[in-house]
């Protein structure tokens, strides 16, 4: 996030951290934002960036004895099967570690189609998922993240800075770079990167991390030079 920070003051994007906005008043062609402490700013357009929740009310879950938490979603089992039988789960509205994003959403409702097809009886093994925080430039993650790392000694982390990648820097790319999680086998376990090609660079390590492909069998893959895989594949 620093990198990003750092990367929006240079493009002159001013930040002012740990304030309030009480209101916004619109001034002629100016908004006129006030808050406590006798805080304002005046600018021409306000956006306003606050996230999502899941959608617990007004459904009636409470009649069928549904368990559920109004802002977290729905509790479910392995199996995505919540506590009353039969009813199951997808989503967004679920109470879980994974991220909420949309991808995620069709993958469990993939497994529900095999498991009510009884293609499978398994519980839901989820892979290496990617996401990414569509800031300027990207941040994108998969597996375990380099901050998770950098707190356990179950792992090594290798950051590699795009100042000294000169294919990266025909982008003119100042603040960008990525970087790579090992476990002790020396086996892909997560990246993260931040740049403009954030998400095609993690997309690509996210196959390496699912199919556990080896070192060893990273240095048989030739890509096209010069090129984004290229790049990131001499990362690994």
């Known amino acids: ?33 006030t808050g406590p402490d006798g805080y304002t700013h005046t600018t021409d357009y306000v956006v306003d960036a606050t996230g999502r929740t899941a959608v617990t009310t007004d459904m009636n879950w409470d009649q069928i004895g549904l368990e559920y938490d109004p802002v977290a979603g729905i509790t479910v089992d392995d199996h995505l099967e919540t506590n009353v039988p039969g009813v199951y789960a997808t989503g967004d509205i679920l109470n879980k570690p994974q991220p909420k994003i949309t991808p995620v959403a069709i993958f469990e409702s993939q497994y529900l189609a095999h498991l009510f097809t009884k293609e499978t009886s398994d519980a839901i093994d989820y892979p290496a998922i990617a996401y990414t925080v569509f800031t300027s430039p990207r941040i994108a993650t998969v597996g375990v993240s380099a901050a998770e790392a950098e707190e356990s000694d179950q792992y090594t982390v290798e950051h590699f800075d795009y100042q000294n990648d000169w294919f990266r820097q025909v982008g003119n790319e100042v603040h960008a770079g990525v970087s790579v999680v090992f476990d002790r086998d020396h086996q892909l376990v997560g990246a993260t990167s931040v740049g403009n090609d954030a998400v095609e660079t993690i997309n690509g390590l996210t196959d390496l991390i699912e199919a556990k492909t080896t070192h060893e069998q990273v240095e048989r893959l030739i890509y096209i030079f010069p090129s984004i895989a290229h790049s990131y594949m001499r990362k690994v």
């Open 1 to 33: 996030m620093d990198t990003v920070i750092a990367d929006l003051r240079d493009r002159g994007v001013k930040f002012h951290y740990q304030t309030s906005i009480t209101a916004a008043t619109k001034r002629g062609d100016a908004i006129e934002l």
